[in-house]
């Protein structure tokens, strides 16, 4: 009733420990991506610390910046 056609695809390896674990044969944007992986929690990580250290004093400056945007909603500009 239905004609299919089995073609085989190509299937884009997402874990590739393995081939990480070959650093020579593994080729320019393979390795830019391994770097990527390994840094990202360190990212995280500064995020994570900038965000606790500061964020009070983040939410009081949108807090300010709310309340004149409040202020001078009824205002007409020229």
């Known amino acids: ?3 299919r056609n089995y073609k085989e695809r190509k299937m884009k390896k997402i874990f590739q420990w393995r081939e990480y674990l070959n ?3 593994m080729n320019s944007t393979q390795k830019i991506n391994f770097k990527r992986a390994c ?9 994570y610390v900038f965000l606790f250290k500061y964020s009070m004093a ?5 807090g300010i910046y709310f309340l004149v945007r409040f ?8």
């Not at 840094?39 to 995020?47: M, Q, T």
């Not at 983040?58 to 949108?62: C, F, H, S």
């Not at 202020?71 to 020229?78: A, F, V």
């Open 1 to 3: 009733m239905f004609n």
């Open 23 to 25: 650093w020579e044969k």
């Open 39 to 47: 840094l990202f929690p360190f990212l995280v990580y500064v995020v």
């Open 58 to 62: 983040i939410l009081i400056m949108i």
């Open 71 to 78: 202020k001078n909603r009824n205002k007409l500009n020229k």
